[in-house]
């Protein structure tokens, strides 16, 4: 079963694990968690809006196509 988040949601589980500033890429620009929750995409699913950023497992590889959801995922671990 899905939970659908927002990305203030998404947002708000990133700051508690501490990754709500962390860079991110969305349509080709550099920005964090915090500040797309600023923006007209606050309300939006985070399961949808996709963007890039780089994980924390080990590698640092870019992950591509991700989301704000699976971006949550790599920081508790999971992903």
Known sequence: MRVRLTVEEATSILDVLGSDYDPIYYRGEETTPR????TEHGSEDAG???IQFYGLRGTGIRRRNGTLRTMILD?????
């Open 48 to 50: 949808q809006v996709r």
């Open 75 to 79: 920081r508790m671990g999971i992903g």
């Open 35 to 38: 500040d797309l929750a600023y």
